[in-house]
């Protein structure tokens, strides 16, 4: 089986695909993973790539698609989570073809949608320390003084990317990024919306109910 994972940003992505490696075996491919393995075996695509990841630039289409196309040649495990990759309908498109000559597709695309309030919530409540760079979360990992780093006694801080507007911002980016990526799918049938107004918990049973129920089968169309 082979799942596309979106998620807006907030909506806890990583959380799930970790939870989806760990419970149920799948293979996990992350576009930055496959990045870096590349550049580390120092492959003629990864030296191509690492030129324009030192240039700062984007690295394009072909090069993405051909680093998940070796993957495939080299035999992945049967069931993958394709994590930040596709990003656009070209590259959907070429996925598709790849995966075509390997005589397999795209079962299910999962994308755990948040709204922007429960964004703006849970990633303003992040904090961290301006010493040593610890991590809070003021709602479910909160330091045991209020503003003060647990670890090393620093100043706890919310990055300027964490503060509401910003987080709006980078929300409206993302929804009209990948508005076409996900109406794409939808036309094929195989997009799960999944509400994460839930907890984590019902946001996972959620997903094994879609995972489980065979998701290309066309019988839940969600919005
Ligand atoms: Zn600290």
Avoid at 63 to 84: H, N, P, R, Y
Avoid at 99 to 122: N, P, Q
Avoid at 134 to 158: F, I, Q, S
Wanted: hydrophobic share 35%; glycine share 12%; with cysteine.
């Amino acid at each position: 089986m082979i799942i596309v994972l979106l998620g807006a940003p907030g909506a806890g992505k990583g959380t799930q695909a970790k939870r989806l490696v760990e419970k149920r075996g799948f293979g996990h491919v992350s576009t930055g993973d496959l990045l870096r393995d590349a550049v580390s075996r120092g492959t003629e695509l990864g030296r191509r790539a690492d030129e324009y990841m030192k240039g700062g630039r984007l690295v394009p289409d072909e090069i993405v698609l051909g680093l998940v196309e070796e993957l495939f040649e080299a035999g992945t495990s049967a069931d993958i989570i394709l994590d930040g990759f596709p990003r656009t309908v070209p590259q959907a498109e070429g996925l598709d073809a790849l995966l075509s000559k390997h005589e397999t597709a795209v079962d299910c695309v999962v994308f755990i949608d948040i709204t922007v309030d429960e964004a703006i919530r849970r990633l303003s409540s992040r904090v961290s320390c301006s010493d040593c760079g610890a991590v809070y979360n003021l709602m479910w990992k909160p330091p045991a003084t209020d503003g003060v780093c647990d670890v090393c006694g620093g100043e706890l801080t919310r990055r300027s990317d964490d503060e509401p507007e910003a987080i709006e911002r980078r929300f409206t980016e993302y929804h009209a990024a990948t508005k076409p990526l996900t109406d794409y799918y939808r036309s094929r049938g195989i997009l799960r919306a999944v509400d994460t107004s839930l907890t984590s918990e019902e946001i996972q049973s959620e997903i094994d109910g879609i995972l489980d129920g065979g998701c290309g089968c066309g019988t839940r169309e969600t919005g």
